[in-house]
Each structure stands twice: as structure tokens, then as C-alpha cells.
């Protein structure tokens, strides 16, 4: 069986990958933050080893704190002959996040540009919900995903945060003899109490959703 979550919730093995996944491509469109005209980025795109290729590619991602933008074709040179074509790569030129970690949430620190610094001179800081990284990871096309060095068949970013859980069978998580001899009574297994507290805290989260709380109390 299975408990459907009332509100998706990160992987507690994968949140350190998806912060890195996070602090690679754009928080806002979704696309790697850059293009294959960027050689080192290019380079890291060839790299055989997806591992390899994953942590080459979020060096040079991390800290890129706007999505690249299409080159206009004012901007290229049509007399210089050794320019390569240059590749569409689609990006939305908005600023980024700084991503940071606190305990098992995520937050992100937009810092102002020169120009909205004189009005608001302090970075907006605000936490990122797995929800809303869930839609986001969603939106990570495959060509993307092959270019970071996952898998769109076996190693998809949105796998890491957790929608539904599974629920081991019965004979997984017998009842245990309380007085040790088998005979006399007999109480539910260590992992049955955790799954009925999740339960009951999953009933808590979705009624307080449909009561219309507050993001935070959420």
C-alpha cells in the first residue's frame, strides 16, 4: 500500500543533490543557467561519466547568478569566420538565488540588482517549498536532464522529493510478543506506531490546508 502525502516533502537522502540541482539551473524557467557557448560548459557536456559530468557542470553553474540569455544577432560578428554557430539556448536573463541549506529546508537569498538597490538595498530572502520545486523539476526537459548528467528514464530530479510513501506489507512489520514468550499479549511492531504518526500528521497537514492556514503553519 501506500499513503498519498498532503503536501510533497524533500528526500532526506537527496536534498544536499537537489540543492545542487537547484543552484544549476534557473529557478524560474528551468534551464540550465548555461549555454552551450560557454566552452568550460560545453567541455563538461562531454564528459562520459554522468557523475562526473553532474558535478562539472554544477561548479560552473553555482555560482551564475543570472540565466543566460539567447545572443541578438546584432551582438554576433558576421565577418569573424572562426565564430562558431552559436546555440539556441532559450534562457529567461532572470537574476538567481543564492541557495542555502538549514536543517532539512531550503532557502533562497535574491540579491538586488544596481538598479532596484537603491529602493530595496536589502536581499529578499525566502524559503523554498517543496511544492513549488516539485512544478519546477517537472519543467526540466530532457535534454536538460541528459546535459546535468541524470537520467530521464531512471534518475529524474522530481523523484527526489517524496509524493507518496510506501507502505510495507504486514509481514514486514509483524507484531511482537510483549512478554518475550510468545504467548501472552502482543504489540505492533516499532515501524506500525511510526506509520500511523505519519498518518496522523499527514491528516493534521490536509486539514489545516483545506482550513486555509498559513503557508508556515503548513
Request: aromatic share 6%; hydrophobic share 30%; net charge neutral.
Amino acid at each position: 500500500g501506500h499513503i498519498e502525502l498532503a503536501t510533497p516533502v524533500f528526500h532526506v537522502g537527496f536534498i544536499n543533490k537537489i540543492k545542487k540541482v537547484l543552484e544549476t539551473i534557473c529557478y524560474n524557467c528551468g534551464k540550465i543557467k548555461l549555454d552551450e557557448n560557454n566552452d568550460a560548459f560545453a567541455k563538461a557536456c562531454n564528459i562520459r561519466d554522468p557523475k562526473s559530468r553532474f558535478n562539472a557542470v554544477w561548479r560552473l553553474c553555482k555560482a551564475k547568478n543570472v540565466c543566460d540569455t539567447d545572443m541578438s544577432d546584432e551582438d554576433q560578428d558576421p565577418n569573424n569566420e572562426s565564430s562558431r554557430p552559436k546555440v539556441a539556448h532559450g534562457g529567461c536573463g532572470n537574476r538567481q538565488p543564492q541557495i542555502r541549506k538549514e536543517g532539512l529546508k531550503l532557502y533562497g537569498t535574491w540579491k538586488p540588482d544596481k538598479e532596484a538597490q537603491e529602493e530595496n538595498p536589502q536581499p529578499e530572502k525566502k524559503r523554498l517549498h517543496p511544492l513549488d520545486i516539485l512544478a519546477l523539476f517537472k519543467h526540466i526537459s530532457n535534454e536538460e536532464i541528459r546535459k546535468m548528467g541524470l537520467s530521464e528514464d531512471y534518475a529524474r530530479p522530481e523523484w527526489m522529493i517524496i509524493t507518496v510513501l510506501p507502505v510495507p506489507p504486514p509481514p514486514v512489520r509483524p507484531s511482537i510478543s510483549v512478554d518475550g514468550t510468545g504467548q501472552g499479549m502482543r504489540g505492533e511492531d516499532d515501524l506500525t506506531y511510526k506509520l500511523g504518526d505519519i498518518i496522523r500528521a499527514n491528516a493534521n497537514v490536509r486539514q489545516a490546508e483545506t482550513n486555509g492556514s498559513p503557508q508556515h503553519i503548513v
